[in-house]
């Protein structure tokens, strides 16, 4: 997804374009294929502008949240990671626990298990499948 793509996007859903919310937005852009924690975000951000702050990160994640334009996942000690949404279709993703390198399913497996839901008279109304592991590149460097 490109910078201006989302700031169109932004602007024709009433949104200002703001340089603070431009670096949020690059630093997102340039690691597309990992979830980021806040402090992460920050760390960049400040490389592009020093003037931007915590406050201002976590104002403009939740936008973009809200807006569906970044996917948010905890991580297993509760620090909330951020990744730009590449694909609007229904979908889950691989995460390698050591590089957070991520990759996206296609497929759901919860569509199966809606009958069992059902058997339960429970009325399922969002999931998120998320899987853990290693990618190749971390396990040849581990085993290197």
């Known amino acids: 997804m490109e910078l201006e793509n989302i700031l169109n996007e932004m ?4 949104y200002k374009t703001t340089e603070k919310r431009r670096n949020i937005l690059q630093v997102l852009i340039n690691h597309q294929s990992s979830f980021l924690s806040a402090d992460t975000i920050l760390c960049q951000a400040k490389k592009i502008n020093t ?3 915590m406050s201002t990160v976590y104002r403009n994640l939740l936008l973009l949240e809200e807006l ?3 996917h948010k996942i905890l991580s297993e000690d509760g620090i909330a990671n951020y990744k730009l949404v590449q694909v609007h279709t229904h979908h889950h993703h691989i ?3 050591s590089c ?3 990759d996206i399913i296609d497929y759901c497996p919860i569509k199966e298990l809606n009958t069992l839901v ?3 008279h429970f009325k399922l109304t969002e999931h998120k499948l998320e899987l853990y592991g ?3 590149n971390c396990i040849k460097n581990k085993n290197n």
């Open 68 to 70: 569906h334009l970044v």
């Open 51 to 53: 003037h931007i702050n």
């Open 100 to 102: 957070g390198k991520t």
């Open 11 to 14: 602007n024709h859903k009433g």
């Open 118 to 120: 059902e058997e339960k």
């Open 95 to 97: 995460i390698c626990r």
């Open 134 to 136: 290693y990618c190749e």
